[in-house]
């Protein structure tokens, strides 16, 4: 008898392709009168003031890893390998803020850890706070603006011990702590993030254990209470202040997912800060299987699916800009991928789409690689996305060692996009499920 997750895959392969025929039926009268114009065969750059940037967080990178949910699950064996000192950012990060600006870069994306600066209820660390004024101070003085996470998914053991977001005081605790990091950091201008994708923080959480499945819907309105108490906060100790709480772009359902969280947040947004990583079309279902989210490195790369986010949310919110906040490429182990794709090809190629999305009239303001180095990707070192690579395991030096997209970005960033000529290196997926509709009846080309 066949196996029920054989049945499920094959169940998910053939719902896919009947989105796609779906959309290809339903949408085909429509596609003659909406087709989009003849594909540039030169592509603008994005001008002077796009903001290009890196991304990391603090638990992922800084080592020295202070009580936490997070330190808990490496420590009771819940994750396939142990945190020892990650990438040791903690010490390294003037170096590591250098290599930022030598690519050119204008934003340096950080997470500013609740558990550092806050390890005892009622008690701020001036220690902790002191290392955050010294990180921002470096990325300033390198020509960069800071971009602060307030939680990216680690909250300090004391509030695990109260129930973490299941605790109906966590909001108000949560609070507490950002008024304390807006207050001291409002000043240097950062860019705000509030809460890195909130859906997958519930996700990692659950599968952890650190939330029960009936108090998963509680979790996503307290996290939404605290972003719309916060960034009130916000505004009122820096006026014009550009605050988001990034989410993460699901193929083929994302309107389903991230929507009901969005139009909680009352629309107190000031820009939509959107990760986009991996595609799906029923080619790459039908060849590779479902998505793998334990093995990143198996997840298929479609690089134009940027290109058509990009244009989801730009119909859903047409008032505010976009930003991409986080996009890179997983290698295992920094090994060659099985598809063959390079860092910097996949660097390059995305570019291309996100220019083409600037010409075609979306408010794409930034884009963050993700990221810097290599490090802890909650639970193992396997999944490497760093244009610098790092050996946690197993070089004790720590040593960061240039990819080959560190060049690519750096000739990005100086020329405000790839070449006018540029032509990516490979051609758009069939029906992608990033937007089945407009990917079959009205597809992204390449001019030939």
């Not at 860019?191 to 959480?205: A, D, G, K, R, S």
């Not at 190629?349 to 690689?369: E, F, H």
Request: hydrophobic content about 40%; overall charge negative; charged content about 20%.
């Amino acid at each position: 008898m066949r196996s029920r997750s054989v049945r499920s895959h094959r169940r998910y392969r053939f719902l896919a392709m009947l989105a796609a025929t779906s959309a290809v039926c339903t949408l085909g009268a429509t596609a003659t009168t909406a087709a989009r114009p003849e594909p540039p065969a030169q592509v603008a750059p994005l001008g002077s003031d796009f903001l290009w940037g890196v991304a990391a967080s603090g638990f992922q990178s800084e080592g020295d890893a202070p009580d936490s949910n997070w330190s808990r699950y490496a420590a009771s064996g819940k994750t396939p390998e142990p945190y020892d000192n990650s990438i040791d950012f903690h010490t390294r990060y003037r170096s590591d803020i250098a290599l930022a600006a030598q690519l050119g870069v204008k934003v340096y994306r950080i997470g500013i850890e609740w558990a550092r600066v806050q390890p005892s209820p009622g008690g701020w660390d001036e220690t902790g706070l002191r290392f955050y004024d010294d990180v921002i101070d470096a990325i300033t003085a390198a020509g960069m603006r800071p971009m602060l996470t307030l939680d990216h998914w680690v909250y300090p053991g004391w509030e695990v011990d109260r129930g973490g977001w299941a605790n109906p005081g966590i909001v108000e605790d949560w609070l507490a702590n950002a008024r304390v990091v807006v207050d001291r950091y409002a000043a240097r201008n950062p860019l705000w993030v509030t809460f890195n994708e909130p859906l997958f923080y519930i996700v990692n959480e659950l599968r952890k254990g650190g939330l029960s499945p009936a108090m998963a819907p509680t979790m996503q309105d307290r996290i939404a209470q605290a972003h719309n108490g916060i960034y009130d906060y916000i505004h009122g100790v820096q006026p014009g202040a550009m605050i988001t709480s990034n989410v993460a772009f699901l193929p083929a359902g994302d309107d389903q997912i991230d929507k009901p969280f969005l139009d909680k947040l009352a629309g107190k947004l000031d820009y939509i800060g959107i990760d986009y990583y991996y595609g799906l079309s029923p080619e790459s279902l039908l060849t590779g299987g479902l998505p793998d989210f334990e093995r990143l490195w198996r997840q298929p790369l479609q690089p134009e699916g940027i290109y058509y986010a990009l244009q989801n949310y730009a119909r859903r919110y047409p008032t505010l800009p976009l930003y991409i906040v986080e996009n890179g490429m997983p290698t295992e182990n920094g090994l060659p991928r099985a598809d063959g794709y390079t860092r910097a090809d996949n660097l390059r190629d995305t570019i291309y789409w996100l220019q083409r999305a600037k010409a075609d009239g979306m408010n794409v303001i930034g884009y963050n690689y993700w990221s810097l180095t290599d490090n802890y990707e909650w639970g193992s070192y396997a999944p490497r996305f760093g244009l610098y690579t790092v050996d946690a395991l197993t070089d004790p030096t720590l040593t960061r060692k240039p990819t080959d997209a560190v060049a690519a970005y750096t000739a990005i960033t100086g020329a405000g996009g790839v070449a006018p000529d540029y032509r990516p290196t490979r051609a758009p997926a069939w029906c992608s499920l990033v937007d089945a509709a407009a990917s079959c009846t009205d597809p992204v080309a390449v001019p030939r």
